[in-house]
């Protein structure tokens, strides 16, 4: 079994910052892309960042500038900084990886952490 627990959502202001983490582990060979997706209420789930194992990355334009995805491989880790938070970035942000087990590749998901940008 694989899981993937994040931490570090929560309220901030606008323009304040957050840290979201991910941590992966269980029966893990090999983890290809590391990325976070987020929901707000009454929308479609979308990405928002993506690193590949090569570090390569991939961003929302609403947040390029603003946003920074980073990984561990030693620790099988991922992090979302988040600088700038406007109003339209709240939802519940979700850890995705894709994951090699030795016997599948497969997608897995954390269970989400809520982030609200208010005053």
């Known amino acids: 079994q694989v899981q993937l627990v994040e931490s570090g959502g929560g309220l901030v202001q606008p323009g304040g910052s957050l840290r979201l983490s991910c941590a992966a582990s269980g029966s893990i060979r090999s983890i290809l892309d590391m990325g976070w997706y987020r929901q707000a209420p009454g929308k479609e789930r979308e990405l928002v960042a993506v690193?590949?194992?090569?570090?390569?990355?991939n961003y929302l334009d609403f947040v390029k500038g603003r946003f920074t995805i980073s990984r561990d491989n030693a620790k099988n880790t991922v992090t979302l900084q988040m600088n700038s938070l406007k109003p339209e970035d709240t939802a519940v942000y979700y850890c995705n990886a894709l994951i090699n087990t030795g016997w599948t590749t497969e997608n897995y998901w954390g269970q989400g952490t809520q982030v609200t940008v208010s005053s």
């Open positions: 690193i590949g194992n090569g570090d390569s990355t």
